[in-house]
Protein backbone atom coordinates (compact mmCIF):
# COMPACT_ATOMS: atom_id res chain seq x y z
CA UNK A 1 0.00 0.00 0.00
CA UNK A 2 1.74 3.17 -1.09
CA UNK A 3 1.71 6.54 1.23
CA UNK A 4 -0.91 8.07 -0.20
CA UNK A 5 -3.16 5.50 0.32
CA UNK A 6 -2.63 5.25 4.18
CA UNK A 7 -3.29 9.24 4.39
CA UNK A 8 -6.20 8.71 2.54
CA UNK A 9 -7.56 5.95 4.76
CA UNK A 10 -6.62 7.70 8.00
CA UNK A 11 -8.28 10.68 6.56
CA UNK A 12 -11.59 9.15 6.07
CA UNK A 13 -12.34 8.64 9.59
CA UNK A 14 -11.66 12.64 10.59
CA UNK A 15 -14.11 13.36 7.50
CA UNK A 16 -16.44 11.39 8.99
CA UNK A 17 -16.43 12.49 12.63
CA UNK A 18 -16.19 16.24 11.26
CA UNK A 19 -19.73 15.03 9.41
CA UNK A 20 -21.34 13.56 12.49
CA UNK A 21 -19.81 16.91 14.50
CA UNK A 22 -21.75 19.62 11.98
CA UNK A 23 -24.69 17.61 11.95
CA UNK A 24 -24.83 17.20 15.94
CA UNK A 25 -23.87 21.19 16.05
CA UNK A 26 -26.87 22.14 13.45
CA UNK A 27 -29.08 19.84 15.02
CA UNK A 28 -28.18 21.87 18.64
CA UNK A 29 -28.66 24.98 17.15
CA UNK A 30 -31.92 24.77 15.59
CA UNK A 31 -33.30 23.35 19.02
CA UNK A 32 -31.85 26.59 21.01
CA UNK A 33 -33.74 28.67 18.22
CA UNK A 34 -36.71 27.07 18.92
CA UNK A 35 -36.61 27.10 22.83
CA UNK A 36 -35.86 30.71 22.29
CA UNK A 37 -38.86 31.34 20.01
CA UNK A 38 -41.38 28.98 22.52
CA UNK A 39 -40.28 32.10 24.47
CA UNK A 40 -41.93 34.53 22.41
CA UNK A 41 -45.40 32.71 21.96
CA UNK A 42 -48.32 34.87 23.21
CA UNK A 43 -50.31 33.32 26.45
CA UNK A 44 -52.40 35.41 28.10
CA UNK A 45 -51.99 39.03 26.59
CA UNK A 46 -48.09 38.74 26.67
CA UNK A 47 -45.47 36.62 25.38
CA UNK A 48 -43.16 33.62 27.99
CA UNK A 49 -40.93 35.52 28.20
CA UNK A 50 -43.03 38.68 29.96
CA UNK A 51 -44.32 36.17 32.39
CA UNK A 52 -40.46 34.58 32.81
CA UNK A 53 -39.69 38.19 33.46
CA UNK A 54 -42.54 39.17 36.16
CA UNK A 55 -41.14 35.52 37.64
CA UNK A 56 -37.87 36.91 38.13
CA UNK A 57 -38.72 40.24 39.43
CA UNK A 58 -40.66 38.84 42.26
CA UNK A 59 -38.07 39.04 44.46
CA UNK A 60 -37.54 42.84 43.83
CA UNK A 61 -41.35 42.97 43.84
CA UNK A 62 -41.61 41.45 47.21
CA UNK A 63 -38.84 43.85 48.68
CA UNK A 64 -40.24 46.90 47.82
CA UNK A 65 -43.83 45.91 48.64
CA UNK A 66 -42.32 45.47 52.49
CA UNK A 67 -40.58 48.58 52.50
CA UNK A 68 -44.46 50.41 51.66
CA UNK A 69 -44.18 51.26 48.17
CA UNK A 70 -47.81 50.30 47.26
CA UNK A 71 -47.21 49.83 43.56
CA UNK A 72 -43.91 48.79 42.79
CA UNK A 73 -42.68 49.82 39.25
CA UNK A 74 -39.05 49.40 36.84
CA UNK A 75 -38.32 51.96 34.24
CA UNK A 76 -36.46 51.05 30.94
CA UNK A 77 -34.44 53.83 29.47
CA UNK A 78 -33.83 53.37 25.91
CA UNK A 79 -36.45 52.17 23.22
CA UNK A 80 -34.36 48.76 22.84
CA UNK A 81 -33.84 47.94 26.14
CA UNK A 82 -37.02 46.10 26.96
CA UNK A 83 -36.67 44.16 24.11
CA UNK A 84 -33.06 43.02 24.47
CA UNK A 85 -34.03 41.80 28.06
CA UNK A 86 -36.87 39.77 26.89
CA UNK A 87 -34.15 38.34 24.44
CA UNK A 88 -31.51 37.93 27.25
CA UNK A 89 -34.03 35.97 28.81
CA UNK A 90 -35.78 33.86 26.06
CA UNK A 91 -31.59 33.05 25.33
CA UNK A 92 -31.12 31.62 28.88
CA UNK A 93 -34.24 29.89 29.44
CA UNK A 94 -34.39 28.94 25.82
CA UNK A 95 -31.24 26.92 26.37
CA UNK A 96 -33.21 25.06 29.15
CA UNK A 97 -35.81 24.04 27.11
CA UNK A 98 -33.36 22.60 24.21
CA UNK A 99 -31.02 21.52 26.93
CA UNK A 100 -32.58 17.99 26.45
CA UNK A 101 -31.84 17.76 22.60
CA UNK A 102 -28.58 19.07 23.22
CA UNK A 103 -27.50 16.84 25.70
CA UNK A 104 -28.54 14.01 23.74
CA UNK A 105 -26.97 15.31 20.06
CA UNK A 106 -23.89 15.41 22.53
CA UNK A 107 -24.22 12.07 24.05
CA UNK A 108 -24.86 10.56 20.41
CA UNK A 109 -22.02 12.29 19.39
CA UNK A 110 -19.37 11.09 22.10
CA UNK A 111 -20.95 7.76 22.99
CA UNK A 112 -19.54 5.55 19.98
CA UNK A 113 -16.19 6.21 21.42
CA UNK A 114 -16.26 5.42 24.93
CA UNK A 115 -16.50 1.65 26.08
CA UNK A 116 -19.18 0.07 27.50
CA UNK A 117 -18.89 1.12 31.23
CA UNK A 118 -17.68 4.48 30.33
CA UNK A 119 -20.60 4.95 28.66
CA UNK A 120 -22.46 3.45 31.85
CA UNK A 121 -20.12 6.42 33.98
CA UNK A 122 -21.02 8.91 31.89
CA UNK A 123 -24.56 9.10 31.53
CA UNK A 124 -25.32 9.38 35.51
CA UNK A 125 -23.51 12.39 35.52
CA UNK A 126 -24.88 13.81 32.35
CA UNK A 127 -28.80 13.14 33.85
CA UNK A 128 -27.22 14.89 37.18
CA UNK A 129 -25.57 18.16 36.20
CA UNK A 130 -29.00 19.72 34.94
CA UNK A 131 -30.89 19.01 37.81
CA UNK A 132 -28.05 19.77 40.23
CA UNK A 133 -28.17 23.30 37.79
CA UNK A 134 -32.01 23.73 37.91
CA UNK A 135 -31.68 23.26 41.93
CA UNK A 136 -28.70 25.92 42.31
CA UNK A 137 -30.67 27.93 40.62
CA UNK A 138 -34.24 27.40 42.54
CA UNK A 139 -31.87 28.25 45.26
CA UNK A 140 -31.00 31.32 44.27
CA UNK A 141 -33.81 32.68 43.52
CA UNK A 142 -36.14 31.47 46.79
CA UNK A 143 -33.26 32.73 49.08
CA UNK A 144 -30.60 34.47 48.05
CA UNK A 145 -31.99 36.44 45.52
CA UNK A 146 -35.06 38.06 48.21
CA UNK A 147 -32.23 38.51 51.02
CA UNK A 148 -30.09 40.17 48.70
CA UNK A 149 -32.82 43.02 47.25
CA UNK A 150 -33.98 43.14 51.31
CA UNK A 151 -30.65 44.11 52.01
CA UNK A 152 -30.05 46.76 49.24
CA UNK A 153 -33.58 48.13 48.96
CA UNK A 154 -33.32 48.58 52.86
CA UNK A 155 -30.13 50.04 53.00
CA UNK A 156 -31.54 53.20 52.07
CA UNK A 157 -34.38 53.19 54.60
CA UNK A 158 -32.17 52.18 57.32
CA UNK A 159 -29.38 54.88 56.37
CA UNK A 160 -32.04 57.68 56.29
CA UNK A 161 -33.72 56.57 60.08
CA UNK A 162 -29.76 56.68 61.01
CA UNK A 163 -29.41 59.57 59.82
CA UNK A 164 -32.64 61.26 61.21
CA UNK A 165 -31.75 60.18 64.92
CA UNK A 166 -28.81 61.48 64.83
CA UNK A 167 -30.00 64.39 63.49
CA UNK A 168 -32.64 64.73 65.70
CA UNK A 169 -35.53 65.00 63.30
CA UNK A 170 -38.55 62.70 63.44
CA UNK A 171 -40.16 62.46 60.14
CA UNK A 172 -43.38 62.25 59.78
CA UNK A 173 -45.55 60.62 56.41
CA UNK A 174 -47.78 63.06 54.50
CA UNK A 175 -51.89 63.05 55.52
CA UNK A 176 -51.97 63.17 51.88
CA UNK A 177 -50.10 60.46 50.24
CA UNK A 178 -50.74 62.08 46.54
CA UNK A 179 -49.47 65.80 48.49
CA UNK A 180 -45.50 65.52 48.07
CA UNK A 181 -44.17 67.50 51.15
CA UNK A 182 -42.29 70.44 50.91
CA UNK A 183 -38.32 69.92 52.62
CA UNK A 184 -35.30 71.59 53.68
CA UNK A 185 -33.31 68.37 54.34
CA UNK A 186 -31.28 68.28 51.32
CA UNK A 187 -32.02 66.19 47.86
CA UNK A 188 -34.25 62.43 48.86
CA UNK A 189 -33.01 59.99 47.26
CA UNK A 190 -35.47 57.21 45.70
CA UNK A 191 -34.94 53.91 44.02
CA UNK A 192 -35.96 54.22 40.22
CA UNK A 193 -34.89 50.84 38.86
CA UNK A 194 -34.27 50.02 35.60
CA UNK A 195 -35.22 46.35 34.29
CA UNK A 196 -32.36 45.29 32.80
CA UNK A 197 -30.13 46.02 35.29
CA UNK A 198 -32.73 44.31 38.26
CA UNK A 199 -32.92 41.15 35.95
CA UNK A 200 -29.08 40.86 35.53
CA UNK A 201 -28.42 40.85 39.29
CA UNK A 202 -31.36 37.88 39.52
CA UNK A 203 -29.76 36.24 36.46
CA UNK A 204 -26.04 36.05 38.22
CA UNK A 205 -27.41 34.93 41.15
CA UNK A 206 -28.87 32.07 39.45
CA UNK A 207 -25.82 31.56 37.16
CA UNK A 208 -23.30 31.64 39.50
CA UNK A 209 -25.38 29.14 42.44
CA UNK A 210 -26.48 26.71 39.03
CA UNK A 211 -22.80 25.93 38.29
CA UNK A 212 -21.47 26.12 41.69
CA UNK A 213 -24.10 23.50 42.42
CA UNK A 214 -22.09 21.16 39.64
CA UNK A 215 -19.48 20.71 42.39
CA UNK A 216 -20.31 17.61 43.35
CA UNK A 217 -20.78 16.18 39.67
CA UNK A 218 -17.56 17.49 38.50
CA UNK A 219 -16.02 15.93 41.71
CA UNK A 220 -17.52 12.78 41.54
CA UNK A 221 -16.67 12.39 37.85
CA UNK A 222 -13.18 13.40 38.66
CA UNK A 223 -12.83 10.53 41.45
CA UNK A 224 -14.48 8.11 38.99
CA UNK A 225 -11.81 8.57 36.48
CA UNK A 226 -9.33 8.22 38.71
CA UNK A 227 -8.00 11.88 38.83
CA UNK A 228 -8.93 12.84 42.03
CA UNK A 229 -9.30 11.10 45.87
CA UNK A 230 -11.05 11.75 48.78
CA UNK A 231 -7.69 11.15 50.89
CA UNK A 232 -6.70 13.83 47.98
CA UNK A 233 -9.96 16.59 48.63
CA UNK A 234 -9.41 15.96 52.47
CA UNK A 235 -5.79 16.88 52.27
CA UNK A 236 -6.39 19.97 50.77
CA UNK A 237 -10.19 21.12 52.83
CA UNK A 238 -8.11 24.30 54.18
CA UNK A 239 -7.41 25.64 50.62
CA UNK A 240 -10.69 24.54 49.72
CA UNK A 241 -12.38 26.96 52.04
CA UNK A 242 -10.35 29.77 51.23
CA UNK A 243 -10.54 29.64 47.50
CA UNK A 244 -14.63 29.31 47.95
CA UNK A 245 -14.47 32.27 50.15
CA UNK A 246 -12.63 34.25 46.87
CA UNK A 247 -15.23 32.64 44.54
CA UNK A 248 -17.94 33.47 47.45
CA UNK A 249 -16.69 37.56 47.10
CA UNK A 250 -16.70 37.96 43.28
CA UNK A 251 -19.65 35.86 42.10
CA UNK A 252 -21.63 37.77 44.67
CA UNK A 253 -22.39 41.68 45.76
CA UNK A 254 -20.53 43.33 48.39
CA UNK A 255 -22.74 42.00 51.01
CA UNK A 256 -21.89 39.36 54.16
CA UNK A 257 -25.28 37.71 54.03
CA UNK A 258 -24.76 36.38 50.87
CA UNK A 259 -21.44 35.82 50.89
CA UNK A 260 -21.50 33.71 53.98
CA UNK A 261 -24.73 32.05 52.18
CA UNK A 262 -23.11 30.92 48.97
CA UNK A 263 -19.72 30.29 50.93
CA UNK A 264 -21.83 27.55 53.30
CA UNK A 265 -23.74 26.18 50.63
CA UNK A 266 -20.61 25.54 48.65
CA UNK A 267 -18.65 24.25 51.37
CA UNK A 268 -21.07 21.61 52.19
CA UNK A 269 -21.22 20.14 48.23
CA UNK A 270 -17.36 20.07 48.74
CA UNK A 271 -17.97 17.91 51.86
CA UNK A 272 -20.87 15.73 50.05
CA UNK A 273 -18.30 15.35 47.20
CA UNK A 274 -16.10 14.17 49.44
CA UNK A 275 -18.33 11.37 50.29
CA UNK A 276 -19.34 10.76 47.38
CA UNK A 277 -16.17 10.26 45.88
CA UNK A 278 -15.40 7.86 48.44
CA UNK A 279 -18.25 6.05 47.30
CA UNK A 280 -16.75 5.60 44.39
CA UNK A 281 -13.69 4.42 45.51
CA UNK A 282 -14.92 1.52 47.86
CA UNK A 283 -16.69 0.63 45.17
CA UNK A 284 -14.15 0.70 42.45
CA UNK A 285 -11.73 -1.43 45.13
CA UNK A 286 -14.71 -4.28 45.46
CA UNK A 287 -14.69 -4.53 41.69
CA UNK A 288 -10.63 -4.97 42.21
CA UNK A 289 -10.91 -7.54 44.63
CA UNK A 290 -13.17 -9.15 42.52
CA UNK A 291 -11.72 -9.40 39.59
CA UNK A 292 -8.67 -10.38 41.42
CA UNK A 293 -5.89 -7.45 40.40
CA UNK A 294 -6.46 -5.29 43.42
CA UNK A 295 -3.07 -4.55 45.48
CA UNK A 296 -3.35 -2.59 48.73
CA UNK A 297 -0.38 -0.59 48.30
CA UNK A 298 -1.57 0.93 45.23
Known sequence: ???SDE?????????EHLAELRTRLIRAVLALLAGIMICFIPIGGDFIAVHILNWLLQPIEASLRALGDPSPTLQYT???????????????????????????????FVAPG?????????????????????????????VVTPLAMSFFLGFADV?????NLMSGATPELPADAAVVPETTEGVKITFF??????????????????????????????????????????????YAMVGILVLAALVTPPDVVTQ?????????????????????????DARLKAEGVFVEDE
Open 1 to 3: MSQ
Open 7 to 15: IEESSAPLI
Open 78 to 108: SPQEYLFTLFRISMVFGFAIAFPVIAHQLWR
Open 114 to 142: LYKNERGAFLPFLIASPFMFLLGATFAHL
Open 159 to 163: SSIFA
Open 193 to 238: GKVNESLDITLKFIMAFGLCFQLPVLLTLLGKAGLVSAEGLGKVRK
Open 260 to 284: MILFTVVYGLYEVSIFLVKRVEKKR
